[in-house]
């Protein structure tokens, strides 16, 4: 998996981030954790449950999601997803997250 250098984090998750981010790649379990990706097709983004990334299919390195936010509950990933459209948004002057998050 892959983080972004820019990469969201819920308010609540901000003093364990590093943390979050080890148990991520290593397969821990965090029941309340989401993450959010870049999506693979003509989406913005996806929101995935920390659980989903045990799946064989997203070892392979072909298939790792690219991280872009890491939120505490499935309500606060849709909080920093609008927080991300919004920034994205202001910065750029459109929505192409994919291109924002490239640079």
């Avoid at 998750?13 to 954790?33: D, E, M």
């Avoid at 990706?37 to 983004?45: E, H, M, P, R, V």
């Avoid at 392979?60 to 505490?72: C, R, S, W």
């Avoid at 609008?82 to 291109?99: F, H, P, Q, S, Y």
Wanted: hydrophobic share 40%; proline share 4%.
């Amino acid at each position: 998996m892959h983080f972004s250098r820019k990469l969201y984090i819920s308010p609540s998750l901000h003093k364990k981030c590093g943390k979050v981010k080890w148990k991520l790649r290593t397969g821990r379990p965090q029941p309340a954790v989401y993450i959010i990706a870049l999506a693979k097709n003509n989406d913005l983004l996806e929101i995935y449950h920390s659980g989903l990334l045990k799946q064989k299919y997203y070892k392979k390195k072909q298939n790792a999601p690219y991280i872009v936010g890491i939120a505490a509950g499935y309500g606060g990933a849709v909080d920093l997803v609008i927080e991300i459209i919004e920034d994205v948004l202001r910065e750029t002057g459109a929505c192409d997250v994919k291109t924002y998050f490239a640079k």
